[in-house]
């Protein structure tokens, strides 16, 4: 089987200034995409010195013979959005795959957490992949094709303490690539999400041992599988650390169609409402899905 290339496709990568954004950047580099780095951020330099971290990984990238420009925006206006996007646009001509990825953390336990904490993490990563994904999915939309991953976390998709402004924004990530998921399919866009495990800045210290096995390039493949045309998936969601691929996803029990339909129904029926048998688990793939799933069960009852 031939290697996955990535030939005369564009890619927009937020927050590749460092950590996962800047393997991502490198590997679709490497593969032979042009790569817009978008970063507000600085980094130091051999001497120390400060400057902006997109800048230093487009260099990188254009030292091996890569293509790359620079973007330095936040994703979390509007306005931002629509000028990483343009700036692709001015850059390289067309827009093919968005990897959104930019992300900072505001961790406190949820009692003590304040409203700046709550905006500043929904507007980066809530927000800034909407307003980064909505300029970009109109355009492939038009042109027919697009690929687009969003990065969540399974501090949203099973929870982490400390962690509910980012946790509840990163839940969004993935209810916003099922729902991408169904507008894109029938106009060759596809949209899936990765929940991933890396020793970077946001996580160092708190890996321990484990921080060794997870560099951030463990995870740029499954990134680059995603961003690819030969991606067979959309809608899916995928836990990624160190090599190690699994796929997460939502279930629903097989369910009770209640007696009587009051609270104390629901307290005497909690144990049959909850009860998970992998093998019997729905798995809607759409609202449709879910209320025909619901249609058929009352139908069987009355
Ligand atoms: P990182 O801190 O190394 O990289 C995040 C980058 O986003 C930084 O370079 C930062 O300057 C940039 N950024 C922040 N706000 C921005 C904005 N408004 N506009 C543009 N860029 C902005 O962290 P890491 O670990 O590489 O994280 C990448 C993504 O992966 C984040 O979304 C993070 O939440 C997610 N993630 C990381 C995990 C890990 O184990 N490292 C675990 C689960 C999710």
Do not use: W
């Not at 850059?91 to 992300?103: E, K, P, Q, S």
């Not at 029938?186 to 096995?213: E, F, S, Y």
């Not at 493949?221 to 997460?248: F, K, Q, T």
């Not at 129904?265 to 688990?281: A, K, T």
């Amino acid at each position: 089987m031939s290697d996955l290339r990535f030939d005369g496709r564009v890619a927009i990568i937020t927050g590749a200034g460092g950590g996962l954004g800047r393997a991502h950047a490198l590997e679709l580099a490497r593969r032979g995409a042009m790569v817009l780095v978008n970063d507000i951020g600085q980094s130091p330099g051999p001497d120390g010195t400060l400057s902006s971290a997109a800048q230093r990984v487009v260099d990188e990238i254009i030292a091996v013979g890569g293509q790359a420009a620079v973007n330095v925006d936040s994703v979390s206006t509007p306005e931002g959005g629509l000028a990483i996007v343009d700036a692709a646009l001015t850059a390289f001509g067309r827009v093919d795959i968005l990897v959104n990825n930019a992300g900072i953390l505001r961790d406190k336990a949820f009692h003590k957490m304040d409203s700046a904490m709550i905006d500043a993490v929904i507007d980066v990563h809530l927000k800034g992949a909407l307003y980064v994904t909505q300029p970009a999915f109109r355009l492939m939309r038009e042109q027919g094709y697009g690929r687009i991953v969003s990065t969540s976390s399974a501090s949203g998709l099973f929870g982490n303490f400390g962690q509910a402004n980012y946790g509840a924004a990163k839940a969004g990530l993935a209810g916003l690539t099922r729902v991408l998921a169904l507008e894109g399919v029938g106009h060759g866009v596809c949209a899936n999400a990765i929940a991933p495990i890396a020793a970077t800045q946001m996580t160092h210290g708190i890996l321990g041992d484990l921080a060794d096995k997870v560099s951030p390039d463990s995870v740029s493949p499954l990134v680059a599988y995603l961003a690819h045309e030969d991606c067979a998936v959309n809608g899916h969601v995928y836990s990624v650390a160190g090599g190690r691929v699994a796929r997460i996803f939502v279930a629903e029990t097989v369910g009770v169609v209640l007696p009587q339909n009051t609270a104390e129904g629901v307290r005497d029926h909690l144990e049959m409402i909850d009860q998970v048998d992998i093998l019997g688990c729905h798995q809607p793939s759409s609202l449709d899905d879910e209320t025909t799933i619901i249609a058929k069960a009352l139908s069987e009852v009355s």
